[in-house]
């Protein structure tokens, strides 16, 4: 407050009221926006890495593809890439939460900056708290890759090879391990809700407290008066869901960030293995015979 007093402008209590009102059009505006603008660039984002995946696969020489399975690569067009559209969609939400929590603290840092500043600095401390669980999320994230890798190979697996399975009358079992491969992938998912659910009530508990605080030593220590308090009260109480919000984006980004990672590796690998194009459109008119003499065929290895 001192700050703004002395390059000559001290809010009011109307203007400051003003502004919350503005700021809560601004988060709505953007709501808006990033529903509207984001899913077509979250569509575009995962329609292209699923053609770039398709034609990598098709592209790619045989012997690296022979030493793949078929059902990993179509766990990694059919589900990992859309895991990776939901993770940029949480990057969006979290990108539009920040710019408003922004202006909410440049409000708060009109009413009292020492206040505004504490708000920040135990803000900060909130979300780095939080770094185990966000690394747990991404370890969980791993694991239910894994375990899609599983439900997929164990359905191709049984497809591809009905008759036998016919054959032997044994369509029971079967069943029975797709029960077991599928129970996999439930517990996985669990495991990530349970986790989820402690940092939302985490985060929940640590807003409160972090805003008991800071009201009591804006109150008590820095003597700030009742008309100013109520709208520190306001701003404060729109920041804390707020990020609460950020950090389940933050968590839900790390936990869908290994099938970004391993998309990447998959495509550079498929790279690497690209066969050499070759123009099929003109071909060649054959007009006596193709003869061959003392042909061999070696592979590297």
Do not use: C, Y
């Given at each position: 407050?001192?700050?703004?007093?002395?390059?000559?402008?001290?809010?009011?209590?109307?203007?400051?009221?003003?502004?919350?009102?503005?700021?809560a059009v601004l988060r709505a505006a953007l709501a808006y926006l990033r529903q509207v603008r984001a899913s077509p660039i979250q569509h575009e984002v995962v329609d292209r890495l699923r053609t770039a995946a398709f034609d990598a696969v098709l592209h790619a020489e045989w012997r690296w593809l022979s030493h793949t399975r078929g059902s990993d690569h179509a766990n990694l067009i059919l589900t990992n890439v859309s895991r990776v559209g939901l993770a940029l969609n949480?990057?969006?939400n979290g990108v539009a939460l920040s710019v408003v929590v922004a202006g909410y603290l440049v409000a708060a840092f009109l009413l009292s900056w020492q206040i505004a500043m504490l708000t920040i600095v135990l803000g900060a401390l909130v979300l780095?708290?939080?770094?185990?669980?966000?690394?747990?999320?991404?370890?969980?994230?791993?694991?239910?890759?894994?375990?899609?890798?599983?439900?997929h190979a164990y359905v191709h697996q049984s497809f591809a090879g009905v008759r036998i399975i016919k054959a032997h009358a044994i369509e029971n079992q079967q069943t029975c391990?797709?029960?077991?491969?599928?129970?996999?992938?439930?517990?996985?998912?669990?495991?990530?809700?349970?986790?989820?659910?402690?940092?939302?009530?985490?985060?929940?508990?640590?807003?409160?407290?972090?805003?008991?605080?800071?009201?009591?030593?804006?109150?008590l220590h820095f003597h700030v008066s009742l008309p100013r308090l109520l709208p520190l009260l306001f701003a404060f109480a729109r920041i804390a869901p707020m990020?609460?919000?950020?950090?389940?984006?933050?968590?839900?980004?790390?936990?869908?960030?290994?099938?970004?990672?391993e998309i990447?590796?998959?495509?550079?690998?498929?790279?690497?293995?690209?066969?050499?194009?070759?123009?099929?459109?003109?071909p060649q008119e054959l007009r006596q015979a193709i003869v061959l003499r003392d042909v061999a065929v070696c592979y590297a290895g």
């Open positions: 407050r001192h700050i703004v007093a002395t390059i000559g402008f001290l809010p009011s209590v109307p203007l400051l009221l003003a502004l919350m009102i503005g700021l949480q990057l969006l780095l708290l939080f770094g185990r669980h966000r690394r747990q999320a991404a370890s969980f994230g791993f694991a239910l890759g894994e375990a899609s890798k599983a439900l391990g797709f029960g077991d491969v599928v129970a996999g992938v439930r517990a996985q998912a669990q495991r990530n809700e349970r986790m989820n659910g402690r940092g939302q009530a985490a985060v929940q508990i640590g807003n409160s407290v972090a805003i008991t605080l800071v009201l009591g030593i804006a109150h990020l609460g919000a950020i950090q389940t984006n933050w968590s839900t980004w790390m936990h869908m960030a290994p099938s970004v990672v990447r590796t998959f495509l550079a690998d498929a790279a690497g293995m690209r066969e050499p194009v070759t123009d099929a459109r003109t």
